[in-house]
């Protein structure tokens, strides 16, 4: 089994839409987790941390499910600019600082 | 957030021969890593760069195959040694800061394209 697995996708949606994306990590013992984002060509960026109370930052919400061992991302009044691939990160345990990235999920919005 | 350079940006190179990349940060870091991504793939933590010590390595990365230095808390190299095509990859550093809002967040350079003929 992957230590992160997401659905790759590629997601096609129109302007305006909610689009949600999942991710499920096989660490139980994992405390912290981050969504990334990457455009074509370009490195990750840090999209927003993943908190077990959740995380809203804008049209962006990020849920952790521990005991699914699972993470969602969801974009409400998707833009044109969100076409990207979101990676999904364990962070894992400890401090060390290991990130486990999953393969991405990518999506498109169009007009 | 920290500003992360990458050298070269890109690079072609012949099978058989070696490229070292170099990272600089424009501030002091507690960790910096050594990611690559292959064609298609997500990111693979190649090792960890250690200031004064050598890196620690992951699973499936030697130290042979992917020399690294790191002098000071600014500056990283990475080697990838005796290029093969299956090398052809994007080499990312990425750094932890001191003052990080979150643990464990990390910083990406924008990469090293690396082809491998």
């Known amino acids: 089994r992957k230590e992160v697995e997401q659905d790759p996708g590629p997601f096609n949606v129109p302007e305006g839409a909610t689009v949600a994306f999942n991710c499920t990590y096989s660490?139980?013992?994992?405390?912290?987790f981050f969504w990334y984002r990457q455009d074509c060509r370009k490195e990750p960026k840090l999209l927003m941390s993943v908190y077990s109370s959740g995380n809203e930052d804008g049209r962006f919400t990020a849920q952790l499910n521990r005991a699914s061992q699972y993470i969602s991302l969801l974009i409400r009044d998707s833009k044109l600019s969100d076409s990207a691939t979101y990676l999904c990160?364990?962070?894992?345990?400890?401090?060390?600082?290991?990130?486990?990235f999953g393969q991405g999920t990518i999506l498109t919005v169009h007009p | 957030s920290a500003v992360i350079s990458q050298k070269p940006s890109r690079d072609i190179c012949q099978r058989g021969t070696s490229l070292t990349i170099q990272c600089q940060v424009d501030?002091?870091?507690?960790?910096m890593f050594w990611y690559r991504q292959q064609p298609g793939q997500s990111l693979t933590l190649i090792a960890t760069a250690n200031q004064g010590s050598e890196a620690t390595y992951e699973s499936g990365f030697v130290i042979d195959k992917f020399p690294i230095s790191r002098p000071n808390l600014t500056f990283s190299t990475l080697t990838v040694s005796n290029m093969s095509p299956e090398d052809s990859s994007i080499y990312l550093c990425s750094v932890e800061e001191l003052m990080a809002q979150t643990d464990n967040e990390q910083f990406f350079g924008p990469g090293t394209r690396l082809t491998v003929l």
């Open positions: 660490n139980s013992a994992s405390q912290s």
């Open positions: 501030s002091q870091v507690t960790m």
């Open positions: 990160v364990d962070a894992g345990g400890t401090s060390y600082g290991k990130l486990t």
